[in-house]
């Protein structure tokens, strides 16, 4: 006895319908949350507003592309205010500087750049259960 499945969708067809807008969005939303650790915080305004969608993980701030990245982006004019630094400007256009952006451990100890990679080295398994187990409620 045989079996002969014939498929009238092509492999990229049957795989856009399984892993469709929402389990897209839930593996984003998946992936912030491995994330989460590795995202510099300051004041947790890019961690906390980070976005899933269903084609990216999408972080706010006109900063956080320059965290990801890990380099200074500059000019940076310092203002000084009787002698003292009280902060600084930076004209509309930025530039790489070569040199590393430290990020501050101090609320996310494991605070780097390219977190996603830094997650997923870490944590790359979990997140496909969790994606194959939301698959399987579905």
Known sequence: ??????WNRSPQQILDRILDDAAMTY??????????????MDEGAMDQGARPTP??????????HYQWMGEVYGPNIPIYKNGV???FISPPT?????????????HHALATSHW?????AAHKGDLCRDIEAYLRRR
Do not use: F, N, Q, W
């Open 1 to 6: 006895m045989s079996i002969e499945i014939k």
């Open 27 to 40: 593996a984003h939303t998946r992936l912030k949350a491995y994330c989460s650790k590795y995202v510099p």
């Open 94 to 106: 930025k530039h790489p500087t070569g040199r590393e952006l430290h990020h501050s451990t101090d």
């Open 85 to 87: 630094l009280e902060g």
């Open 55 to 64: 084609k990216y993980l999408e972080y706010p701030g006109p900063y956080a």
């Open 116 to 120: 996603e990679v830094a997650a997923m």
